[in-house]
């Protein structure tokens, strides 16, 4: 069994900064890419970015110059650092991850996700 729980969601003020992390736990043999979505409400899922095994990234535009996204090989965690927070980033974050299993191959799970509030 693997498993995504994303930590890190809360209230800040806009302007503001916060780190979310998801972390992968189970049976875990290797993670090749890792990546976050968001979901505003009234909106679609919208991709924010994507960092791969070799530590390429990619960001959507929306966030491009304010969120970074990093990953910790050891701890089975990606990372998205949000600064310059704005009220349009308000939504609930989830992570997702490319996963080789022990004995079960490849699989591509989701975490629960964790909600942002950016006040005006």
């Known amino acids: 069994q693997v498993q995504l729980v994303e930590s890190g969601g809360g209230l800040v003020q806009a302007g503001g900064s916060l780190r979310l992390s998801c972390a992968a736990s189970?049976?875990?043999?290797?993670?090749?890419?890792m990546g976050w979505y968001r979901q505003a409400p009234r909106k679609q899922r919208e991709w924010i970015a994507t960092?791969?095994?070799?530590?390429?990234?990619n960001l959507a535009d929306s966030v491009k110059g304010r969120f970074t996204i990093s990953r910790d090989n050891a701890k089975n965690t990606v990372y998205l650092l949000m600064s310059s927070l704005k009220p349009e980033d308000t939504a609930r974050y989830y992570c997702y991850a490319h996963i080789t299993t022990i004995v079960d191959g490849d699989i591509d799970p989701w975490g629960k996700g964790t909600l942002v509030t950016v006040s005006s």
């Open positions: 960092i791969t095994s070799g530590g390429s990234t």
């Open positions: 189970g049976n875990i043999y290797a993670i090749n890419n």
